[in-house]
């Protein structure tokens, strides 16, 4: 992983979340959302929060009197999140690494993560945090996407960004993103962390947006693929963009788009 993968700033975190969220992560929040209601917890930390859609699909789920911890190891993409949610004084915002928890052991009844944990540099050590961090009978609940191949309107735009830099393609939505989606490693990495009773599934949905150029700028302009793009050709972003918008419309249709979306859901205990 790149060193940029995990850098989600400037005016990135407000086009994630205005035009990727609606894209992609929605209906994947909410089923997160739910399966962590649904254990019953006292108390919830999440991590990797991103600029908060499970955050605003979880809050209203809770308790006032269950403590609800929300953590990014981005500032920028967690002040995003906190200014989006509504009635969020109960909730505790935190900067934090999802490897290094600020936390004591034992303190959590559920841990969540929605698609961050691709981004760990060293997914077991942060399975570990994860586990050191619930309290007996707890669950680590969390998503990654599947293959790029399996996410269409992401592969559609890797494949108009490489054709630009054909001796340097700009792979940040394979190599990271989609790039972490195999269940029988991850199982794996999570019996590795000492986890041992471990649920998945995998969940397909359709991307939906209003015309094509809506995933060009989504993918384009609100993931660190708008830094490789940068980093390689200085004021190319919305020449890049319109191509990928256009090649969408060729393969997807002239107004509303959809796509095929794909992810899986792991559910871990000790």
């Not at 989006?84 to 109960?90: D, G, L, V």
């Not at 990928?244 to 205990?269: C, M, T, Y």
């Amino acid at each position: 992983m790149s060193t940029s993968d995990k850098n989600f700033t400037g005016s990135i975190p407000d086009i994630y979340d205005e035009f990727l969220v609606p894209l992609i992560f929605e209906s994947y929040a909410a089923d997160l959302a739910k399966r962590v209601a649904d254990t019953k917890p006292k108390a919830v930390l999440e991590t990797a929060a991103g600029s908060g859609v499970v955050t605003r699909a979880l809050a209203p789920l809770l308790s006032d009197e269950i403590r609800y911890v929300v953590t990014d190891l981005n500032q920028p993409m967690l002040d995003r999140a906190s200014t989006q949610q509504p009635k969020a004084n109960r909730i505790e915002w935190k900067q934090a690494d999802a490897l290094a928890l600020p936390f004591e052991t034992n303190t959590f009844d559920v841990v969540c993560c929605q698609f961050g944990v691709m981004f760990f540099p060293d997914k077991v050590a942060g399975y570990k945090e994860a586990l050191r961090v619930l309290k007996d009978g707890g669950c680590f609940i969390f998503n990654v996407w599947d293959s790029i191949e399996e996410n269409e309107f992401a592969h559609c735009v890797t494949k108009t960004a490489s054709r630009f830099f054909p001796e340097d393609p700009p792979v940040f939505l394979a190599r990271t993103p989609h790039g972490h989606g195999n269940i029988d490693s991850i199982v794996d990495d999570l019996k590795e962390a000492g986890f041992s009773d471990i649920e998945t599934l995998t969940i397909s949905e359709q991307s939906r947006a209003s015309n094509p150029q809506a995933p060009a700028v989504a993918y384009c302009q609100g993931t660190p693929l708008r830094n490789e793009l940068e980093e390689r050709a200085a004021g190319s972003l919305t020449e890049i963009t319109d191509a990928a918008a256009a090649d969408i419309e060729k393969l997807f249709g002239k107004g509303p788009v959809s796509g095929k979306i794909q992810g899986h859901v792991f559910l871990a205990r000790p």
